[in-house]
């Protein structure tokens, strides 16, 4: 059979030398998800070099010579996942400066990278921390993810919420607070000045048991007007039907979370403006077992109020919008994604959904379609190597066998203990 190499890089192999040839990387895959929508190629192989794909197809004789690493053979490919609501709060990533390279590694190997994320989205955390881990990974000293952050969050004045107030004393006294329209733009300016990525608003909150604090429509909106000034994207924590309603009229492009607790799912007029304004939602579904078990929640309960945040997923995708996918690691400890991938099928969201919550759609909202989110000639050398097909069972998306970032090999399995 004819090689799938094009014309051009036909050429540039006939030119290369053997140390060049040297440099690329062959993977050997059982089947290819090019992307959510494609049909899958199978078997195939992939060849990436300096980062960046050369090709996807058939073997056949005239591959060009490269690196090889058998233990990323024989598996399910697709493009690198994004998570797109983490947090990078917990211990194990504090004075992450000068914390040991190894350490980070592992403790972003064990978070992240083990399930396939090639970037992720902190959604609020220790800014200068966060981003002196994002620098670490920048250089290639510490191996993960690609990190995007929104830096500290906008909170109601005197509505920091109750389930963070642990967090160490000189992080708590940053958290932006504002009480006016112009508080709101200079916090927003001091997050983009630091290096952030985009604005995070927390419209309605519980800073203690039976209390609710509410961010002002005027603070919100001057909040969006500036992140959107400065080309970013502004997310917010809803809590509410009323509160996603307030995000809509501000302009807001993604929601965190769906909302727990409505006593009914969302109805068609806040649908109609979520689709029509291009709203993104994170659904975050396993979450809110995790938070009401903490809480001895009865499960005949939980079962009931997971599942109403399911339906309004389910409608949310019946009417056309875009899902992103998240987790909300790094507040939530369970770091497995595989209930994630369970509910959402639940919601009745297919394995190309799915699929495509994880690549091509924050892809596109980031505005990285053109060099991320797909398995194709051209494309960033972003890879997920998967034990299990996800067509056939969507708990095989968390079965990572080795991820590629940036042609870079940052997480492969460890192989199986030998029977004695």
Not at 107 to 115: E, G, I, K, P, V
Not at 273 to 287: E, N, W
Not at 382 to 405: H, M, Q, S, T, Y
Request: aromatic share 8%.
């Amino acid at each position: 059979m004819r090689s799938f190499f094009f014309t051009a890089a036909a050429c540039l192999l006939a030119a290369s030398t053997g140390s060049l040839a040297a440099e690329r990387v062959l993977i050997r895959a059982e089947k290819v998800y090019t992307a959510p929508d494609a049909r899958a190629k199978h078997p195939a192989v992939i060849v990436f070099k300096d980062g960046v794909i050369e090709g996807v197809g058939l073997p056949s004789d005239s591959l060009p010579r490269g690196t090889e690493f058998p233990e990323c053979n024989g598996g399910f490919v697709t493009a690198g996942f994004q998570n797109s609501h983490v947090h990078f709060m917990e211990a194990a990533f504090y004075d992450a400066a000068r914390a040991p390279a190894a350490k980070l590694t592992q403790s972003l190997a064990d978070m992240l990278t083990r399930y396939g994320y090639t970037t992720v989205f902190d959604t609020g955390s220790d800014q200068a921390n966060t981003f002196a881990l994002r620098g670490r990974v920048q250089n290639g000293e510490v191996k993960g993810p690609r990190i995007f952050s929104v830096g500290l969050p906008l909170y109601p004045p005197d509505g920091i919420p109750s389930y963070i107030k642990d967090l160490p004393p000189q992080v708590l006294t940053r958290l932006h607070q504002p009480r006016t329209p112009a508080e709101a733009k200079a916090a927003v300016r001091a997050n983009m000045a630091a290096g952030a990525d985009g604005t995070k608003l927390f419209l309605h909150t519980s800073p203690s048991e039976g209390m609710t604090t509410r961010m002002s429509p005027e603070i919100a909106r001057a909040a969006v007007e500036e992140t959107h000034a400065h080309g970013k994207l502004a997310l917010a924590h809803p809590s509410s039907l009323e509160a996603i309603r307030v995000a809509l009229d501000v302009g807001v492009d993604v929601l965190v979370h769906t909302t727990l607790g409505e006593p009914a799912p969302w109805d068609p007029e806040t649908l109609s403006r979520m689709t029509a304004q291009r709203m993104s939602v994170i659904p975050t579904f396993k979450l809110w077992s995790y938070e009401l078990e903490k809480g001895d929640v009865p499960a005949h309960v939980i079962e009931r109020l997971v599942g109403s945040t399911l339906k309004e997923l389910a409608s949310f995708q019946a009417a056309g919008g875009q899902v992103l996918f998240g987790t909300d690691v790094g507040y939530m400890h369970d770091y497995d994604p595989t209930a994630e991938y369970e509910l959402m099928a639940k919601a009745g969201m297919s394995s190309s959904q799915i699929l495509a919550s994880l690549t091509t759609a924050p892809a596109e909202r980031w505005k990285e379609d053109k060099q991320r989110g797909r398995v194709d000639r051209g494309f960033s050398a972003d890879l997920v190597v998967l034990g299990g097909d996800p067509f056939a069972d969507v708990k095989n998306f968390a079965n990572v066998k080795c991820v590629f970032r940036g042609g870079s090999l940052i997480y492969k399995a460890a192989a199986p203990a030998k029977a004695p």
